[in-house]
């Protein structure tokens, strides 16, 4: 069976649990968290992943931030990235996407929607 | 020759004429009574095949018995399938519906399961605090609100927690004062009526108000000011996560209170007995 990592980059430990929680239903789906940008960044370094997940507003390194720096990365320049934030407005939607985001979520989520989305990306059937 | 013989010649050769168109025509008759005859013999060999065509059709053989029968039977199994799919047909699209209400339900429990799991993961007041602003920024989707908690000793909810808003300006608020003091006095939760995101709101009256009660001891009281953008309205599950808060939270924020006044207790009193015993 494939096996898909999934970075969780949140800095709210409930909203963490909530999206682990629902992806970890997901046949082959094993989930890392980390709690801002530079704890994302450490996460990436040290494993590879096939899919991540960040919010924007977080402390020490905000998630856009976080985006751009992944993108740099020759190893994840074709990883799909989703945004889950309290953002609503299309202004941030259209910077996180120039960025190099794939998807642009807003909170408050519904779990079966975050994991189409996934499931989707990843070709999980 | 004379004229009498001349005429009895032509007279004979006439004779002679018509005894030759006569014996064509005996010839032609005989050639029409045998065709005549052989049409008879055809028409009573197909009467005798019309005969055993009509025998065949009236009187089935066991064969043809057996082929009808096998063909009503398989009418009658058609028609029974054909029932079976309509039936597996409605089945499958109850089932589906069933699925999306399960799927639902699902990710219902799954927030309520979380948002209780998180409530009751630390005995930390200000940890305990900052859940709740996270379940209610995460969970629901508001911008700005706050926690008020009722102190014992004055009577007034004083904003202990908030999100999007400066606390500087919100004011300690008395019992049966506003949306705030009403809820705090009446234990029952408040919603404005219309529409979420154009209701108006100031510090006293908020769109939500929800009560943070042990039982019927109201505590304190969860405001919100503003929903963000993108949210639109409530759905059950909304007003479940706030029933929830107005029980699960209030144990939480109380149990968290008393231990650590119990923990602040016991550091005072272990630093007397270390006083009296050194």
Known sequence: MDEYKVLIVEDSPTMRQLIAFSLKRLKGVKIVEASDGVDGLKKLSQDSFSLIITDINMPVMDGLKLVSLIRKDAVYKEVPIFIITTEGGQEDKERAMALGANAYITKPISSPQVMDMVKSYLNIK | ?278
């Not at chain 2, 000793?153 to 049966?176: N, Q």
């Not at chain 2, 924020?253 to 270390?274: P, V």
Request: overall charge negative; aromatic content about 8%.
């Open chain 2, 1 to 278: 020759m004379d004229k009498k013989e001349e005429r009895e010649k032509n007279l004979f050769e006439r004779a002679e004429e018509f005894l030759q168109i006569f014996k064509k025509g005996a010839e032609f008759t005989q050639e029409l009574l045998k065709t005549n005859e052989q049409l008879r013999y055809r028409i009573l060999q197909l009467e005798e095949e019309n005969k055993s065509v009509k025998s065949a059709a009236g009187m089935p053989s066991e064969q043809y018995r057996e082929l009808a029968q096998q063909i009503e039977a398989l009418k009658k199994e058609k028609e029974e399938i054909a029932n079976r799919a309509r039936e597996i047909e409605s089945e499958n699209k109850d089932f589906a519906q069933r699925y999306v209400e399960v799927a639902e339900e699902n990710n219902n429990l799954a927030n309520l399961y979380i948002a209780s799991y998180q409530l009751h993961s630390t005995l930390d007041f200000k940890e305990v605090l900052q859940i709740i602003l996270e379940i209610i920024i995460n969970l629901i989707g508001a911008e700005e609100f706050g926690i008020f908690l009722l102190d014992e000793k004055t009577h007034e909810l004083k904003i202990m927690a908030s999100e999007g808003i400066d606390e500087s300006h919100v004011p300690t608020v008395t019992l049966d004062t506003g949306v705030i003091g009403k809820v705090a006095k009446g234990g029952e939760p408040y919603f404005t009526e219309g529409a979420l995101d154009t209701a108006k709101s100031d510090w006293l009256n908020p769109i939500v108000a929800i009560p943070i009660k042990i039982k019927e001891h109201v505590i304190g009281v969860i405001v919100v000011y503003k929903l963000l953008q993108q949210k639109k309205s409530f759905t059950p599950l909304d007003h479940e996560l706030f029933t929830l808060l107005a029980g699960h939270a209030a144990t939480s924020i109380f149990s968290s209170k008393l231990y650590s006044e119990s923990e602040r207790k016991l550091s005072t009193i272990q630093g007397f007995i270390d006083l009296l015993t050194k």
